[in-house]
């Protein structure tokens, strides 16, 4: 029985684009700039990724000038995203579907990343952790994109590939597709959400 939700919500960091490498070499830079340890990406992975970039800051004790730092450099290492293979072609495929971002990563460089790759004419609007009080795991965002959305958050499906996602997705009382982690549904890449959503 495939599923047929009202509304689906995109994480976009690690499901739309791979930035992983991006955000690492942007905060090692910021921490060198400020004379802090550069840190391993085994660390980043475990500890930071799918975390709002200044609750991160919060959680290292760092300066917040650090976090602003990291963001402008973030800023100029969007050349080094890539968006995955089968990004475009889902998107496509899921057409017929009501669909937004979510992202904590801050809204001028999401705007940029979704114009350099051409995928922001697949979303009706992008809602990023410059919008709420609190970024995820915490469910304001969630919430909030489902009221603009105009779907009750039970019958929006949203598709994200960390912890922060998960908890994000099912405080709010979505149903929560994880790439490569555990979920309510979990697939390996977006392509496999064809096989999941009625399309």
């Known amino acids: ?27 090692n830079t910021a921490l060198k700039k400020y004379n802090h340890n550069e840190m391993s990406k085994e660390e980043f992975l ?12 919060k959680k290292m004790n760092l300066p917040l000038e650090v976090g602003r730092f990291c963001n402008i450099i973030y800023g100029k290492n969007i050349n080094k995203i890539k968006i995955y293979a089968e990004t475009k072609d889902t998107l496509q495929k899921l057409n017929i579907y009501k669909k937004a971002i979510i992202t904590n990563t801050p809204k001028d460089c999401t705007v940029q990343i979704l114009k350099r790759f051409d995928i922001e004419k697949y979303f009706e609007f992008v809602m990023t952790s410059d919008d709420v009080l609190m970024a995820k795991p915490n ?9 603009k959305i105009k779907v009750y958050p039970e019958n929006v499906l949203l598709v994200g590939d960390t912890d922060s996602d998960v908890k994000a997705g099912r405080a709010a009382g979505c149903k929560v597709i994880g790439i490569n982690i555990d979920a309510d549904y979990t697939i390996k890449n977006i392509s496999e959400l064809t096989t999941l959503i009625v399309h």
């Open 46 to 57: 475990n500890k930071y990724w799918g975390h709002d970039l200044y609750d991160n800051i």
């Open 139 to 147: 469910p304001e965002i969630v919430i909030k994109a489902c009221k």
């Open 1 to 27: 029985m495939k599923l047929k939700p009202g509304a689906i919500l995109f994480d976009m960091d690690g499901v739309l684009v791979d930035s992983l490498d991006s955000w690492w070499l942007s905060l």
